[in-house]
């Protein structure tokens, strides 16, 4: 039995596809690209389906597998701990079933129960991650990439223990048997290097480390971006510790980029914490204030919903001490007391708990502002001055701390600042005790239901509605049907939309969002009805007043409302709409198919990822696409789809850019499938002119055909045996009305003066003709 998961893999994924299950076949190499590359959506996208795949065909082997490389992503890509705990276990358990345990992803899944454990409390289970990850380590040979996996996991567990110097002993020692066998360690065997040298207070070291490490693997395999970005994360965190801050800022990846990749935002927070100390950070886009703020506090939000308590609670302490060198107290105190929260979440405190008390006694140590007006003023007040946010929090800290009049008048701007700072949590803690001290407080409930699906707090929406159900029903129903749409469950969105309005048959916006739901749940005939009622319920604009403009229908909604007629092919209504707000058609009636500019058309592939497709559009929502399409995108030459409203892409201000740029829309539905099938074309390209002769003339048969291969595409020249001739490799679309044996004697007669021959051996094989002379080209070459 083999060892050797890729060749496993391999072998499997050949298996798969010969049996014809090709797209378990293509999530099997493609998940653990998704997995450790960060590429959430394909990951998600294709999951679901490839696990209910496996299990069905009885395939325990791609089963854990498949849910292994799954928990890598959650784990280490999105730091999850409790959250993914229970899949952990069963994991654990289903990889050590009889049925299981041959499998050579198997042992993998006791790492990924350790750097659960890791990341919810990782020094408090020290003692049973070293004895789970000792087990397994004895019984992996260091030539296995598990061997590599489970050596890092076990100097991560010593680093946890604060025992680094063990920690790099232990990597040494792993990676000369490592080598001994015959292998190379990985990338990641440097980090882990790198950080145990950091922890040493060896940032020289481990810069070095790093450079070491990226040439070993730059010379066996190509970096990609998610390798680089850790890379420049960690040699960031080096610098900065090296009082090189130039450097440093100059390795220290974008905000942004942290911000999609929770992997990197330790070492970036680090960093940054260094340079700010350092008086290195610069004015502008990176610097010590409250925009910071934000983006740490809602990093550290993300870890406390997901159950990471231990990585929350050392970016709360980065978060906290850059707040208190700001001076932003009420800020600083917040974190503190979330920090005080999750020390109860944690096995072991020692060093952490005294750190969180070194931040409570900063942070109470900072002084409130002075007050200048009576409380009830001092919103007003404050809005005539330059403020930020995290000023006029403490402005309205210190008025309520004067009286409790002056706090229950500010608990409202108290929690409004505490949301916008990215501390939702806390700010659902002041408005549920002002909610029990005064219930009949209209406001409340709308802003407390928004303040709890900002802090994604499931279980205080489903407490704040039904508290209000028996009085107030609509509010309940309303703030459930907020709660789904944030969670994308569209269903319950209709449910709970259905309750509002039977309680408030005017409602506007709860038929905006039912719409939306019926839309996401491809229900256009429900949305197009909601829309016209919206029509029929709003208020007219020249009629409205200031305080009704909620009440008035805006032309989004009519864009909303041509759409869902459009898939509806309601014509008529196409154009009655269209007609109020500006539209010209060419034809009073029939359906809308007319040719009005190049857009692009974002659609989702089969395996989860976006594509972008050139298109015509030939209305106000539908559009025609231009390229023959692979299995892969379930569209195809000449499909009309329809697509929602919103341009995704902002048009240049000026220059070349705006003259190309074209609008790009999301596909929501496929309104005329045109039937076309593909076939490939491959070999030797015949110049411009054939090529463009041979498109012309297959367009006039209703043929398609488009290019794939770029510049660089090259082939074999059977006169000389090198590689250097121009290739091309196109996509043909056969219209519905041909047969495939139509397509080969088509493309047998347009190309048969060509120097060098084509090749379309799938075609051919459907047309049932001889496949000899393609598999010759194939052959002569190098196809």
């Given at each position: 039995?083999?060892?050797?998961?890729w060749?496993?893999?391999?072998?499997?994924?050949?298996q798969?596809?010969?049996?014809?299950?090709?797209?378990?076949?293509?999530?099997?190499?493609?998940?653990?690209?998704h997995a450790?590359?960060?590429?959430?959506?394909?990951?998600?996208?294709?999951?679901?389906e490839?696990?209910?795949?496996?299990?069905?065909?009885?395939?325990?082997?791609v089963?854990?597998?498949?849910?292994h490389?799954?928990?890598?992503?959650?784990?280490?890509?999105?730091?999850?701990?409790?959250?993914?705990?229970?899949?952990?276990?069963?994991l654990?358990?289903?990889?050590h079933?009889?049925?299981?345990a041959?499998?050579?992803?198997?042992?993998?899944?006791?790492?990924?129960?350790t750097?659960c454990?890791a990341?919810?409390?990782?020094?408090?289970?020290?003692?049973?991650?070293?004895?789970?990850l000792?087990?397994?380590?004895?019984?992996?040979?260091?030539a296995?990439?598990?061997?590599?996996c489970?050596?890092?996991?076990?100097?991560?567990?010593?680093?946890?223990?604060?025992?680094?110097?063990?920690?790099?002993?232990?990597?040494?020692?792993?990676?000369?048997?490592?080598?001994?066998?015959?292998d190379?360690?990985?990338?990641?065997?440097?980090h882990?290097?790198?950080?145990?040298l950091?922890?040493?207070?060896?940032?020289e070291?481990?810069?070095?480390?790093y450079d070491t490490a990226?040439?070993?693997?730059?010379?066996r395999?190509?970096?990609?971006?998610?390798?680089?970005?850790?890379?420049?994360?960690?040699?960031?965190?080096?610098?900065?510790?090296?009082?090189r801050?130039?450097?440093?800022?100059?390795q220290?990846?974008?905000g942004?980029?942290?911000?999609?990749?929770?992997?990197?935002?330790?070492?970036?927070?680090?960093?940054?914490?260094?340079?700010?100390?350092?008086?290195?950070?610069?004015?502008?886009?990176?610097?010590?204030d409250?925009?910071?703020?934000?983006?740490?506090a809602?990093?550290?939000?993300?870890l406390?919903t997901?159950?990471?308590?231990?990585p929350?609670?050392?970016?709360?302490?980065?978060a906290?001490?850059l707040?208190?060198?700001?001076?932003?107290?009420?800020?600083?105190?917040?974190?503190?007391a979330?920090?005080e929260?999750?020390?109860?979440?944690?096995?072991?405190?020692?060093?952490?708990?005294?750190?969180?008390?070194?931040?409570?006694?900063?942070?109470?140590?900072?002084?409130?502002?002075?007050?200048?007006?009576?409380?009830?003023?001092?919103?007003?007040?404050?809005?005539?001055?330059?403020?930020?946010?995290?000023?006029?929090?403490?402005?309205?800290?210190?008025?309520?701390?004067?009286s409790?009049g002056?706090?229950?008048?500010?608990?409202l701007?108290r929690?409004?600042?505490l949301?916008?700072?990215?501390h939702?949590?806390?700010?659902?803690d002041?408005?549920?005790?002002?909610?029990?001290?005064?219930?009949?407080?209209e406001?409340?409930?709308?802003?407390?239901?928004?303040?709890l699906?900002?802090?994604?707090?499931a279980?205080?929406?489903?407490?704040?509605?039904?508290r209000?159900?028996?009085?107030?029903?609509?509010?309940?129903?309303?703030?459930?049907?907020?709660?789904?749409?944030e969670?994308?469950?569209?269903?319950?969105?209709?449910?709970?939309?259905?309750?509002v309005?039977?309680?408030?048959p005017d409602?506007?916006?709860?038929?905006?969002?039912?719409?939306?739901?019926?839309?996401?749940?491809?229900d256009?005939?429900?949305?197009q009805r909601l829309?016209?009622?919206?029509?029929?319920?709003a208020?007219?604009?020249?009629?409205?007043?200031?305080?009704?403009e909620?009440?008035?229908?805006?032309?989004?909604d009519?864009?909303?409302?041509?759409?869902?007629?459009?898939?509806?092919?309601d014509?008529?209504?196409?154009?009655?709409?269209?007609?109020?707000?500006?539209?010209?058609?060419?034809?009073?009636?029939?359906?809308?198919?007319e040719?009005?500019?190049?857009v692009?058309?974002?659609?989702?592939?089969?395996n989860?990822?976006?594509?972008?497709l050139?298109a015509?559009?030939?209305?106000?929502?539908?559009?025609?696409?231009?390229?023959?399409l692979?299995?892969?995108?379930?569209?195809?030459?000449?499909?009309?789809?329809?697509?929602?409203?919103?341009?995704?892409n902002?048009?240049?201000?000026?220059?070349?850019?705006r003259?190309?740029?074209r609008?790009?829309?999301?596909?929501?539905?496929?309104?005329?499938?045109?039937?076309?099938?593909?076939?490939?074309?491959?070999?030797?390209?015949?110049?411009?002119d054939?090529?463009?002769?041979?498109?012309?003339?297959?367009?006039?048969?209703?043929?398609?055909?488009?290019?794939?291969?770029?510049?660089?595409?090259?082939?074999t020249?059977?006169?000389g045996?090198d590689?250097?001739?121009?290739?091309v490799?196109?996509?043909?679309?056969?219209p519905?009305?041909?047969?495939?044996?139509?397509?080969d004697?088509?493309?047998q007669?347009?190309?048969?003066?060509?120097e060098?021959?084509?090749?379309?051996?799938?075609?051919?094989?459907?047309a049932?003709?001889?496949?000899?002379?393609?598999?010759?080209?194939?052959?002569?070459y190098?196809?």
């Open positions: 039995m083999t060892t050797d998961i060749a496993w893999v391999r072998d499997t994924h050949e798969l596809s010969e049996a014809g299950h090709h797209r378990l076949a293509a999530a099997l190499v493609e998940i653990a690209g450790v590359e960060g590429r959430n959506e394909q990951l998600d996208a294709m999951y679901p490839a696990l209910a795949s496996a299990r069905a065909l009885g395939l325990p082997w089963e854990v597998f498949l849910r490389w799954r928990m890598q992503n959650l784990l280490n890509k999105r730091h999850q701990g409790e959250a993914a705990m229970a899949e952990a276990v069963d654990l358990e289903f990889a079933r009889e049925e299981t041959s499998c050579p992803q198997s042992v993998c899944a006791v790492q990924d129960f750097i454990h990341n919810i409390d990782g020094p408090g289970y020290v003692a049973e991650r070293l004895a789970v000792e087990e397994t380590l004895a019984r992996v040979e260091p296995r990439a598990c061997f590599d489970l050596s890092r996991e076990y100097a991560d567990t010593l680093e946890d223990d604060g025992r680094p110097a063990d920690a790099l002993t232990h990597l040494d020692r792993a990676q000369a048997r490592i080598q001994a066998a015959g190379q360690v990985s990338l990641a065997f440097g882990s290097r790198a950080t145990a950091l922890n040493l207070g060896r940032p070291d481990a810069l070095a480390a990226e040439r070993a693997y730059a010379a395999h190509q970096l990609d971006d998610d390798d680089r970005r850790k890379l420049a994360a960690g040699r960031a965190v080096a610098l900065a510790a090296l009082g801050s130039a450097e440093a800022l100059e220290l990846p974008d942004e980029e942290a911000d999609r990749y929770p992997d990197i935002r330790h070492r970036w927070a680090t960093a940054v914490q260094t340079l700010a100390e350092a008086g290195a950070l610069p004015h502008g886009e990176l610097d010590n409250a925009a910071l703020g934000v983006r740490l809602r990093w550290v939000a993300y406390d997901a159950g990471s308590h231990r929350c609670l050392d970016l709360l302490l980065i906290g001490r707040a208190v060198a700001r001076g932003a107290r009420t800020v600083a105190l917040t974190l503190a979330t920090g929260r999750k020390l109860g979440q944690l096995r072991r405190t020692d060093g952490v708990a005294e750190r969180l008390a070194g931040l409570r006694a900063a942070a109470e140590a900072l002084p409130l502002p002075e007050i200048p007006v009576p409380a009830a003023e001092l919103p007003e007040w404050l809005g005539t001055r330059r403020v930020t946010f995290e000023q006029a929090l403490d402005h309205f800290t210190a008025a309520s701390a004067e409790a002056a706090a229950a008048a500010l608990v701007q929690a409004r600042a949301d916008a700072l990215g939702p949590r806390a700010a659902a002041l408005l549920w005790a002002r909610l029990d001290e005064d219930p009949a407080d406001h409340l409930p709308g802003m407390l239901g928004q303040v699906i900002d802090a994604e707090d279980d205080g929406v489903r407490r704040l509605a039904d209000l159900m028996p009085a107030n029903p609509s509010e309940a129903h309303w703030i459930r049907a907020r709660w789904a749409a969670q994308g469950r569209w269903e319950e969105v209709g449910e709970h939309c259905d309750g309005l039977s309680h408030e409602a506007l916006n709860t038929r905006r969002l039912a719409a939306t739901a019926a839309t996401r749940l491809g256009h005939a429900r949305a829309y016209q009622e919206l029509l029929e319920h208020v007219p604009a020249d009629r409205a007043g200031e305080d009704e909620h009440r008035t229908v805006q032309e989004p009519l864009w909303h409302l041509i759409t869902a007629a459009t898939a509806n092919r014509w008529a209504v196409v154009r009655s709409t269209g007609a109020l707000i500006g539209i010209e058609f060419d034809a009073d009636e029939g359906p809308v198919d040719e009005w500019q190049m692009t058309v974002r659609t989702t592939r089969a989860g990822a976006s594509v972008d050139p015509v559009r030939t209305g106000p929502a539908t559009a025609r696409i231009v390229p023959v692979g299995e892969d995108v379930p569209l195809n030459h000449r499909d009309v789809v329809v697509f929602g409203p919103a341009v995704l902002e048009r240049p201000e000026d220059g070349t850019e003259e190309s740029w609008p790009v829309f999301r596909q929501l539905a496929l309104l005329d499938p045109a039937g076309y099938t593909t076939h490939w074309l491959d070999g030797a390209w015949p110049g411009e054939a090529w463009f002769a041979l498109r012309g003339a297959l367009a006039e048969e209703r043929y398609g055909l488009w290019a794939y291969s770029g510049d660089q595409y090259a082939v020249d059977p006169a045996g590689t250097g001739l121009p290739g490799y196109a996509a043909l679309g056969v519905p009305t041909a047969t495939s044996a139509d397509a004697a088509l493309l007669r347009l190309t048969a003066d060509w060098h021959p084509l090749s379309w051996l799938d075609l051919a094989k459907a049932g003709a001889d496949t000899a002379r393609h598999e010759d080209v194939v052959r002569r190098g196809l």
